[in-house]
């Protein structure tokens, strides 16, 4: 049987046309609006939750042999394109998500996400999914103008992580904020968009799901702007 090592919105639209499922019919199989569904199709890169690679992962599983066997050869359509841009050792391209921390003065720039169900959300920092051929760094500024309506230019390039629930490798930068008002321009993704003071952010964003470099250099900053 197929293995999905992470789940994205465009593996699980290929699930459901296995399926043979209508939006609703898999949004109630799946415990999800249809609203959500409805985004997978618009969105194919976006990775769902943990909960949700759970749920995607037992679907799987229980799926007929016939459905299994048709998103086996679905699957194979979806990783057709990675294999002609493979590096020199032969394996596809790695999902990667630039994340950018934005700050003006001694605020820092979130967005509320919604959920994979209708009443979860969650505060994360602007990012976006870097495409091939496409920088990280400039990924990170376009995606925060596209969400937030914020311009802001990279000061320094923070690190990079396999992220430890989505499994997806994040690269960080440290952001300065130069023009636009926050808005939520993306209201299909996200709940709102808002400025925190930096001290107040754990409040937002568990302080143990930050990568610790982005936590020590905002306390860092933090620190010297009190002083």
């Not at 997978?40 to 995607?56: A, C, F, G, V, Y």
């Not at 636009?180 to 964003?205: H, K, P």
């Amino acid at each position: 049987m197929e293995v999905i090592e992470v789940w994205t919105a465009q593996h699980a639209c290929a699930l459901q046309a296995a399926l043979r499922m209508t939006n609703e019919a898999f949004a109630r199989k799946l415990g999800i609006a249809v609203r959500t569904v409805g985004t997978w199709h618009s969105r194919p890169d976006l990775i769902p939750k943990t909960e949700m690679q759970q749920i995607l992962d037992a679907t799987l599983e229980q799926a007929p042999a016939d459905a299994r066997s048709r998103f086996g050869r679905l699957l194979s359509d979806i990783n057709q394109p990675a294999a002609s841009s493979t590096g020199s050792a032969g394996s596809p391209q790695v999902l990667r998500v630039a994340i950018a921390i934005v700050i003006r003065d001694d605020d820092v720039l979130i967005v509320c996400r919604r959920g994979d169900d209708a009443g979860g959300i969650s505060w994360q920092f602007p990012a976006g999914v870097v495409k091939p051929g496409t920088s990280s760094g400039t990924t990170a500024v376009r995606e925060t103008l596209s969400e937030t309506g914020i311009h802001c230019a990279i000061s320094q390039n923070l690190g990079t992580r396999l992220h430890p629930l989505t499994h997806v490798y994040c690269e960080y930068f440290l952001c300065d904020y130069l023009a636009g008002t926050a808005e939520n321009r993306d209201v299909v993704e996200n709940v709102d968009v808002t400025w925190v003071q930096r001290g107040d952010l754990t409040r937002f964003i568990p302080r143990d799901s930050i990568y610790p470099p982005v936590i020590r250099t905002l306390e860092g900053r933090h620190d010297t702007a009190a002083s």
